[in-house]
């Protein structure tokens, strides 16, 4: 064709390449008509060897597809969640255009340690001989082994390995992905025929794998990420993140649930939605600023709730990262209203059981000491009386015995109506009862004490108190009897005491009868009048020292008025005195003559 295109066009030159399968060889030939001295033309061909160029050319194309394919499996990796259809795609991709026989992607487990067949490709364009698996197993620890121990980034094999054989196996290439230190994985490209694994093809197994490698570590990360904002943003707790000025940037829901703020109004107004000034400026000035150096802290703070109801939280906060080169705050914060509520219960509750426990100590100690010296003055006076025959120095004996027996009987009454009352067993017995002969008959027991310290009893009986009233008289007296006792033993001598008995309330049925005993004693402060009706208790040590007595009587006296239905309280002033008052609803009853 040439040469007919020549004698056509004598003076063209035509160019055309030639491939020689033999030796490989590309010829590039120059041909063109020269005309000879005797005017007929020559035809000359000058042939070229081309063969680098060409190859060059190639291997050019070829990189270009390989860096296209690259750059589109890169973006599939970045684009999408979905890896495991991303990684089928990229490995055909890389197969087709390897022309490699199979693809083999394998991840390591951890627990069985060992790698698990994941991906099996197949060229389909080849159609291979099945590659027999069974085995492949086996091979894991030798992979595991090179890329973990070995520290290899590859493992190529060309070799006749007779095991390889068995499998089908005349080259292969592993390579392996990692997630920062952590072995994941390999790639296995294997070709049944042998082949010797070029730069370009080494370039790309391992870019892919990289790919691989990086996409995994990513979407552990999100995933991370995504378990760790969906236990956030479930938490009961609240969660707040602060940024370099100490501003919200955000919260879980628990925040606006617990607190009953909308978004809008923590976004609008910020701390001071949920916090007066003083709170907010001191968690800003001194917490914040703190944790933002690096300090974590928990402190109870006071929050205001949309109600308005103010409640104790419980903060930690602590500093982190936020942004490039910065950083920022954040804090969970828990209700522990109730919490703090319980515990200073508890601690009131802990601190009364050991005054208790410390008063009955006390009180046991005291009270051998009560028991003791009537008895002691029994027995003195009963071997005195022994021995003297004088009928005078006798009786006077037993009159001393006779009132040491009565003290001592009055105090194991107080340890037995106080252990009745611990046991829950203490009755009442109401019968009908004349309140001016219940008065009488108590003043006239009593005088004899207060004559003998020259004390005067000043009674006033309202006159408008039904005479006969419906209730435990006996109790009525118990009380009244510790009141104008302790009365008489708190005052010095010559001191006055007054009890007065006025009608507070009246009914048809009943009436509500106001009893107070005041006197001029030493009186005490409100601190231990707040103590003054616990058991075992007395306004001071001291006084048990001083003036004797178990200290039972008082609440001894506190518990019958609460069972007949009263309240008991006092007034006293250290130096000026005490005023016991107690009010009692009665029945009334008619009598007729």
């Not at 306004?539 to 007595?549: F, L, N, P, V």
Request: proline fraction near 2%; charge should be negative; aromatic fraction near 10%.
């Amino acid at each position: 064709c040439s040469i007919g295109y020549l004698l056509e066009h004598p003076d063209a030159v035509v160019n055309w390449e030639d491939y020689h399968p033999k030796n490989g060889k590309y010829l590039l030939h120059t041909v063109k008509l020269v005309k000879w001295g005797d005017g007929k033309y020559i035809y000359l061909d000058e042939a070229t060897d081309i063969t680098e160029t060409k190859q060059s050319e190639v291997n050019s194309r070829h990189q270009l597809e390989q860096q296209r394919i690259m750059s589109h499996i890169t973006q599939s990796f970045l684009s999408t969640k979905d890896l495991e259809s991303c990684l089928n795609t990229a490995v055909e991709q890389v197969g087709g255009f390897l022309s490699i026989d199979y693809i083999i992607t394998s991840f390591y487990n951890t627990q069985s340690d060992c790698l698990r067949i994941n991906n099996y490709w197949i060229n389909p364009d080849k159609k291979p001989t099945p590659l027999n698996t069974e085995n492949f197993d086996t091979l894991s620890t030798f992979f595991k082994d090179k890329f973990i121990s070995d520290n290899l980034q590859y493992y190529k094999y060309n070799a006749d390995d007779s095991y390889l054989k068995e499998m089908g196996i005349g080259a292969m290439l592993c390579v392996p992905f990692f997630e920062g230190e952590h072995f994941m994985g390999t790639l296995i490209f294997i070709d049944e025929h042998g082949r010797i694994w070029s730069d370009n093809d080494m370039q790309l197994t391992l870019l892919f794998g990289n790919v691989v490698a990086n996409s995994l570590s990513r979407q552990g990360i999100e995933t991370h990420l995504e378990r760790i904002s969906t236990i956030v943003e479930n938490s009961p707790s609240i969660v707040v993140h602060l940024n370099n000025k100490f501003e919200i940037e955000y919260h879980n829901p628990s925040l606006t649930e617990t607190l009953g703020y909308s978004n809008d109004e923590i976004s609008s107004y910020g701390f001071s939605a949920f916090m007066d000034y003083t709170t907010e400026e001191y968690l800003k000035t001194e917490i914040f600023s703190a944790a933002y150096k690096g300090t974590e802290l928990t402190v109870d703070v006071p929050v205001i709730k949309k109600d308005g109801q103010t409640c104790i939280f419980e903060i930690t906060v602590f500093s982190i990262p936020s942004g490039i080169n910065d950083k920022g705050v954040a804090f969970t914060a828990i209700n522990v209203t109730d919490r703090r509520r319980l515990a200073e219960e508890l601690s009131l509750a802990r601190d009364a059981a050991e005054r208790v426990s410390n008063a009955k100590s006390s009180f046991l100690s005291n009270i051998s000491h009560e028991i003791r010296t009537p008895m002691t003055a029994i027995l003195g006076m009963l071997e005195i009386a022994m021995k003297s025959e004088n009928i005078n120095h006798i009786k006077n004996c037993l009159e001393k015995m006779q009132t040491s027996s009565f003290h001592l009987l009055n105090i194991l009454n107080d340890v037995l109506d106080m252990s009745k009352i611990e046991s829950g067993n203490f009755e009442m017995f109401n019968e009908t009862f004349n309140i001016e002969k219940t008065l009488s008959d108590l003043i006239v027991v009593i005088g004899v004490k207060a004559n003998e310290k020259e004390q005067e009893i000043l009674v006033n009986l309202g006159h408008d108190i039904p005479k006969f009233l419906f209730g435990d008289s006996m109790r009525l007296s118990q009380v009244l009897l510790n009141l104008i006792s302790n009365a008489i033993k708190f005052s010095p001598k010559g001191k006055k005491i007054y009890i007065d008995i006025t009608l507070k309330e009246r009914t048809d049925e009943s009436a509500v009868i106001e009893f107070s005993v005041k006197d001029e004693g030493i009186g005490m402060d409100e601190e231990k009048a707040a103590l003054i009706f616990q058991p075992f208790r007395q306004a001071d040590g001291s006084i048990t020292k001083r003036y004797g007595g178990t200290g039972l009587g008082l609440a001894i006296s506190k518990n019958i008025v609460e069972k007949m239905g009263g309240v008991i309280y006092i007034n006293s002033k250290v130096n000026v005195g005490s005023t016991f008052t107690f009010t009692i609803s009665f029945k009334t009853v008619l009598v007729t003559r």
